[in-house]
């Protein structure tokens, strides 16, 4: 059995240098921590206040834990070509509706279509109702457009008359 | 009659998670899952930050580095081996700042050597009435006592006592934290608990 000094020893030893405990000295140490005045001692150090963290504390260790959220790296290749893809895509969309389409037609082109065709009908009715010669345009149509020669009277033509 | 901290312990209680549920957790925070990770840090995070307290001495400093500990926790939780308890992780992470803190600080701790006969020339009588449970008053005059006690250990007798008996941690997972024999551990524990055990000796034979 190991006297009360080499223990002491061997425990500062141990505690200071890191030194290995004879299993004796081991076996006298576990009684000793386990004797009742150092249970005490142990009981008085687990009684000790907890001490508590505010919440404002809590919400600074959220905002940096959120600051390490992990993001999704990209990598060269993903840098590369997607921005490439983008380009050649726009590229031959516009270049698909080049060629497609013609010049659009415009409103005023459309218009004046329907206009004629209106206009078409209108007269088609209006002839087969009434007949040629009573719709005014028709008449118009219908008599010869004065010539320049006409306008272009010698005093011979006026005595023939 | 003794005086216990019931509100603290209900606390602790409270808030300590039973190992499958820490593991399940552990699980989900290692796939960064935020709440999962927030749980575990609800667990913990007044453990650690009273053990920063007492190590360092100074509340915002321990605040900083509990704060510290989760943030380290949470980028290398890939690296944590889950059949290990958490606590030993987290305290060693915390261990491990309180010291680096103490040493940008130039702050290296007294160690107060116990040379000589340990327990002291004349050992505690356990049958004394001052050590009965059932009559020692831990009021807060005392608590105090014990802290200041606490705080005039040494770094490595504080470390060991804190972990032990306030943190209840084994000695295996205490010698993991500070890298140290097992041994060692004990060796510490029990000079830690004797210096103690004089100062309060020393306290209740003057109140007597």
Redesign the interface.
């Known amino acids: 059995m190991m006297n009360?000094r080499d223990l002491?020893k061997?425990?500062?030893a141990?505690?200071?240098d890191?030194?290995?405990?004879a299993p004796d000295a081991?076996r006298m140490?576990?009684a000793?921590?386990g004797?009742?005045?150092?249970r005490?001692?142990?009981?008085?150090?687990?009684?000790?206040?907890?001490?508590?963290?505010s919440l404002a504390?809590?919400s600074?260790?959220?905002e940096?834990?959120?600051e390490?959220?992990?993001v999704k790296r990209k990598s060269w290749w993903a840098v590369a070509w997607r921005p490439a893809l983008a380009t050649g895509l726009a590229a031959s969309v516009l270049t698909v509706a080049l060629f497609r389409s013609g010049p659009a037609p415009s409103s005023h082109a459309e218009s004046l279509e329907n206009e004629l065709i209106r206009i078409h009908l209108d007269s088609a009715a209006a002839l087969d109702l009434a007949g040629t010669g009573l719709v005014p345009h028709e008449v118009a149509s219908a008599r010869p457009a004065p010539v320049e020669e006409e306008l272009d009277w010698s005093s011979v033509d006026l005595d023939l008359l | 009659m003794l005086v216990m901290a019931a509100a603290s312990l209900s606390v602790t209680t409270m808030r300590s998670l039973d190992r499958a549920d820490e593991l399940a957790l552990i699980e989900r925070a290692r796939r960064r899952d935020f709440d999962a990770f927030g749980r575990l840090v609800d667990a913990y995070q007044h453990r650690v930050f009273g053990f920063a307290k007492r190590f360092v001495k100074d509340r915002e400093e321990a605040a900083d580095i509990t704060q510290e500990v989760f943030v380290r926790a949470f980028q290398n939780f890939d690296r944590f081996d889950a059949r290990a308890p958490l606590r030993t992780w987290l305290f060693r992470i915390a261990y491990n700042l309180c010291v680096d803190k103490a040493r940008r600080h130039e702050r290296q701790p007294i160690e107060y050597r116990i040379d000589g006969n340990v327990e002291g020339e004349e050992p505690i009588d356990v049958m004394d009435d001052r050590w009965n449970p059932e009559t020692m008053v831990l009021d807060d005059e005392l608590l105090q006592l014990v802290e200041t006690g606490i705080a005039n250990m040494s770094e490595k007798l504080r470390s060991v006592l804190l972990l032990h008996d306030r943190e209840d941690l084994q000695y295996d997972e205490i010698a993991e934290v500070l890298n140290v024999p097992i041994g060692t551990v004990k060796s510490r524990l029990f000079l830690a608990r004797a210096h103690l055990k004089q100062v309060l000796s020393e306290y209740l034979e003057a109140k007597r």
């Open positions: 009360q002491d061997q425990i500062l141990a505690a200071w890191d030194s290995p405990l081991e140490l576990d000793r921590l004797a009742d005045d150092l005490l001692v142990s009981h008085a150090v687990a009684q000790l206040e907890q001490d508590e963290l504390w809590r600074a260790l959220n940096r834990l959120l390490l959220q992990p």
